[in-house]
């Protein structure tokens, strides 16, 4: 065969990609997974039996070495360990071949050509290229996941519910993955050739693109900025002039392409949850089963020494001054793959965590961790079990700071408050599932206390003296009195906040107690950024007394403070006179008000449907600059924005629009609601489509 003739290939998309479960991209391009069988057919040779030689080779540099390019015969059975070709079938002026990758192949864009043996004077000739990527289906991929209605949940599908919130009142989002979508596939190719990795040494970086384990760690630096130029910028401030606020996103989709349209410059901006659900995107886009785990109170432990401290100043405010801080959730991600690197008991959930918090070996990456590690303690395990086991598990110290002498004071330690609730979405329904156990033994247990220790003494932390450590003494000392906030009205935005602070006197002699109230907005992080309210009273309390004072903030007064993540600290320190000091907090998170979406009529593939979106101004001001933002996969392509007209004190507004659903199924409308007094009011609803 000439390499004149260039032969036509039929490369079978339909059939090819219903056996590899890819038949959710809409590629014009073949995409199989690696490890099993698919058929290619082409014409322009003659006795094909004899003489023909496949070159399935991948990258800028192509080598056998580097596993980047195999070269194989036709042979009358399939090998499981390298690429293979059998014959299927043949007529005149075609030939149909099934061609097996074997499954610890590179995963990315191949270029397939084929050579005919028996005349020396040709070159090989192209049939094309395709993409091969990771195989959860297989038991021999290292992604191989037995349960198939995990496959489907954690590669195939494009919606997820991500929670929030606080530790007192959870709540959760949709969100749109799309990581079958248009050019997304293309997105996440290219992000590994954009990775710090592929740029000091391409051939190298290629060579471990069959390892899960280093994809999923350069993928979880390059979906943050930092180091690479990577997808997204992250900001904490409150203040995301330049950009779009995190919480304003509903889908990947929308993000990743404005990095590739900007010419591959970062997105703004980022915050975890969105890190997260970007990561999401990129691994179950190449075959990586990964879901989104959101950690309740979780430690960022910036020093490694499995504590947090925090800091408060004498009237009771929350002091931006520590680098470890207690966030109120955390999301990271857990993808499924083994490791024969540690042994089969670390196999499995693998926490990966894309946020930029701490450098890893120098840049901003997190991960792989093994659940089961973190779970036994084993921290000196790769890679960054240390930071990970601390999210989760870390003490807690909460010190009073003089600024005026430099002195710190301790007020309490706690052991039992980090690591909570922590939460994924359920496989196949949209609820919440508990996966604390997974991470930890009963809070509080001695065997919960025992790898605590252990995992202490693995990071040499127990026979080193620490001088920042409080003294047993400070941590021994007893209250006089306890204290605590009660909820006495609805958490919602728009609504005054009413609280009860209820103090009780533990001793049998009166205490006299000086009381130091503060409010300030903060974001999710905990970070305060502006004060909203503060207040000081004297209380005596009789021998075992106990006394409610009752606390309200109005809504003038605090609208303009709150942060886009609705987030309010409110604290009491409290002077205890011949006592030691008693500190009171609690995080309140207030619900945004709802939004309702309605089909109006049945949804059919490629007929119109009309849908309502009805929301109520439920405060008594005008609503200006309302946009309405509407996605959803295989019922509308791309964004919908719509702006909606001011709303007026306590108006109703109706918005409809136009749906012409173009797959059957189950599919996820998600609606995104902003104005000036109200940031990212967002819901979602399920659509079924029918033919």
């Not at 509080?444 to 047993?472: M, N, Y």
């Not at 009491?572 to 500190?583: D, K, R, S």
């Not at 797959?663 to 029918?690: Q, R, W, Y």
């Amino acid at each position: 065969m000439a390499a004149a003739t260039q032969p036509s290939t039929n490369w079978h998309l339909k059939e090819n990609a219903r056996d590899h479960h890819t038949s959710k991209f809409s590629s014009k391009e073949l995409i199989v997974r690696r490890g099993q069988a698919f058929i290619v057919t082409f014409n322009g040779t003659e006795q094909p039996e004899q003489n023909l030689t496949f070159i399935a080779e991948t990258g800028p540099k192509p080598s056998k070495l580097a596993k980047t390019q195999a070269t194989f015969g036709i042979s009358s059975t399939v090998s499981k360990e390298s690429w293979s070709a059998v014959l299927q079938s043949t007529s005149s002026n075609s030939v149909s071949i099934s061609i097996y990758s074997p499954p610890n192949a590179v995963i990315g864009r191949y270029k397939l050509s084929v050579q005919s043996t028996s005349s020396d004077s040709s070159s090989p000739a192209s049939l094309g290229t395709f993409v091969l990527l990771f195989n959860p289906w297989s038991s021999g991929d290292d992604v191989f996941m037995p349960n198939k209605a995990e496959c489907e949940e954690y590669v195939l599908e494009e919606f997820g519910i991500i929670f929030a919130g606080n530790k007192n009142h959870i709540n959760s989002f949709g969100w749109n993955f799309g990581q079958f979508q248009g050019d997304i596939l293309n997105i996440c190719l290219s992000m590994l050739d954009r990775s710090l990795n592929y740029r000091q040494d391409p051939a190298t970086d290629l060579s471990h693109r069959n390892d899960p384990k280093y994809l999923g760690r350069v993928l979880s630096a390059m979906v943050n900025a930092n180091d690479d130029q990577g997808v997204l910028l992250g900001n904490w401030s409150g203040n995301y002039a330049g950009g779009k606020s995190p919480s304003s996103w509903t889908g990947s989709g929308e993000i990743l392409q404005n990095w590739k349209k900007s010419g591959f410059k970062p997105v703004r901006y980022g915050q975890c949850w969105v890190f997260a659900a970007v990561l999401t995107t990129v691994l179950r886009c190449l075959g990586i089963p990964t879901r989104t785990i959101t950690n309740f109170s979780s430690a960022h432990d910036a020093d490694g020494n499995l504590r947090v401290d925090e800091f408060y100043d004498a009237y009771g405010n929350h002091l931006d001054r520590a680098a470890d801080s207690v966030w109120n959730f955390h999301v990271w991600n857990e993808s499924w793959f083994s490791r024969s690197d540690l042994g089969p008991s670390y196999s499995g959930w693998q926490v990966l965590d894309a946020t930029p918090q701490e450098e890893s070996g120098g840049i901003y990456q997190c991960g792989p961790a093994s659940r089961n590690a973190i779970k036994e303690g084993d921290v000196d395990l790769d890679y960054d079990c240390p930071f990970v086991f601390a999210e989760v598990n870390a003490d807690c110290m909460y010190w009073n700071y003089d600024s005026a002498t430099g002195k710190k004071t301790l007020i309490f330690s706690k052991s039992t408050i980090i690591g909570q609730f922590i939460s994924t979405k359920a496989v196949g329904r949209d609820d919440r599932v508990d996966v604390t156990n997974d991470y930890k033994y009963e809070e509080g247990s001695t065997k919960e206390r025992d790898i605590f220790k252990k995992a202490r003494k693995k990071l040499g932390l127990e026979d080193k003296f620490d001088p920042t450590a409080p003294t047993p003494q400070e941590i021994d000392q007893k209250p006089d009195i306890s204290g605590k906030f009660r909820v006495a009205g609805p958490l919602e935005v728009g609504k005054d906040l009413s609280l009860i602070l209820v103090l009780a006197n533990l001793q049998s002699d009166a205490k006299t107690v000086h009381v130091n109230m503060t409010a300030w907005s903060t974001v999710y992080t905990r970070r305060p950024v502006h004060e909203i309210w503060k207040d000081s009273i004297p209380v005596i309390l009789s021998p075992k007394e106990e006394k409610q004072f009752p606390i309200k903030i109005p809504y003038p007064e605090y609208h303009q403070q709150l942060t886009t993540d609705n987030t309010i600290q409110v604290t009491a320190l409290c002077h205890v006179e011949g006592g030691i000091q008693v500190l009171v907090q609690r995080d309140i998170t207030l619900d945004n008000p709802a939004i309702d979406i309605q089909v109006l009529g049945e949804a059919k593939v490629n007929k119109e449907v009309d849908v309502e979106v009805i929301f109520t101004n439920p405060i008594d001001m005008e609503l200006m600059d309302c946009v309405l933002q509407v996605e959803g996969n295989d019922l509308l392509r791309g964004i919908l924005e719509i702006d909606v007209p001011p709303l007026k004190a306590s108006e109703k507004s109706s918005t409809k629009f136009k749906l012409i659903p173009f797959e059957t199924g189950p599919k996820h409308l998600l609606v995104n609601f902003s104005c000036d007094k109200f940031a990212a009011i967002k819901t979602f609803k399920m659509v079924n489509v029918i033919d």
